[in-house]
């Protein structure tokens, strides 16, 4: 029977407000930019905002009803993820104006990092005492910066991929190649930085629980991740990449760092996988 005082049929309720929401913003967007809709543009940034109150709303409604941030199951993890990417992109935005036009790019992808935690078994469970840890909390804050930041550089390296093979007349108006390849090394900078920060509360949490700093478990890739973006930045650096290949060396980054996070808890059991499935 339905029952609309469950928590979790209002949590998935208004989860789905905010999803209908994001998809209007970003028709507004792609619509705006595309055909040069300055108004079309204002009404998206309202929307994403909109969509982040309301989304915002219901994330701080699971946490006072499970007392523990959404950072338990992999439903609230994605969730949450999504909201705090929009989050930063907007952040990014006001102080790197430069950026803004990748919302064309961020926007849809904000849709499709949100819509697949839906899926998921929304169920609000307690996490144990034992885990509860000042480090787990920072070690899942800086990992969501990081991702956030990882994928603000993925936009960059797309938008430079596609005015480079292509001639669309809309893409003349986003900022240079050289300006996007620029923007593309910057985040992939402060990705590679907090990554590292997330690893290390990480370790110390483990510390806390275990009595070891790491274990063999399948998030070992987490570290070949931040050693993959750490080739990215050498290469950059060091040997002068840029462009095109940069952006599909950066491509190939972004695709194992999303294996790593998202598919290797499914691989044995782990502490990931118990507790974040």
């Known amino acids: 029977m339905f029952n609309g005082n469950d928590p979790v049929i209002i949590d998935v309720s ?14 507004s967007n792609v619509w705006g930019v595309v055909f040069t809709k300055k108004k079309a543009v204002q009404w998206s940034y309202f929307l994403a905002y909109l969509g982040l109150a309301i989304h915002g709303l219901v994330l701080l409604y699971r946490w006072v009803i499970t007392g523990h941030g959404p950072y338990m199951a992999r439903y609230e993890i994605l969730s949450s993820n999504a909201w705090v990417l929009l989050v930063l992109f907007l952040v990014f935005g006001k102080v790197y104006p430069k950026i803004k036009p990748a919302s064309i790019v961020r926007f849809p992808g904000n849709i499709s990092s949100h819509c697949p ?12 005492p034992s885990m509860r840890s000042i480090w787990l909390v920072l070690h899942v804050l800086f990992y969501k910066i990081s991702v956030a930041t990882i994928l603000v550089a ?3 390296s797309l938008v430079l991929i596609l005015k ?17 390849d620029v923007y593309a090394y910057r985040f992939a900078g402060f990705s590679f930085v907090f ?31 931040w050693g993959a973006f750490g ?4 290469l950059r650096r060091f040997f002068g990449w ?7 060396f950066y491509l190939l980054c972004t695709f194992v760092s999303i294996v790593a996070l998202y598919f290797t808890p499914l691989l044995e059991t782990s502490i990931h996988s118990e507790y974040f499935r």
């Open 231 to 234: 080739m990215y930045l050498h």
């Open 195 to 225: 990554w590292a920060i997330a690893m290390l509360a990480g370790s110390i949490w483990a510390y806390q629980l275990w009595g070891r700093f790491w274990g063999w478990d399948p998030w070992i890739l987490v570290l070949i991740t």
């Open 164 to 180: 480079t093979r292509t001639s669309y007349t809309w893409l003349e108006r986003l900022p240079s190649i050289e300006v996007v």
């Open 154 to 156: 993925l936009a960059f």
């Open 14 to 27: 208004v989860h789905w407000i905010a999803v209908i929401v994001y998809v209007l913003a970003t028709i």
């Open 242 to 248: 840029k462009g095109e290949r940069a952006a599909y």
């Open 117 to 128: 935690g839906l899926f998921f078994n929304p169920e609000m469970t307690r996490m144990p």
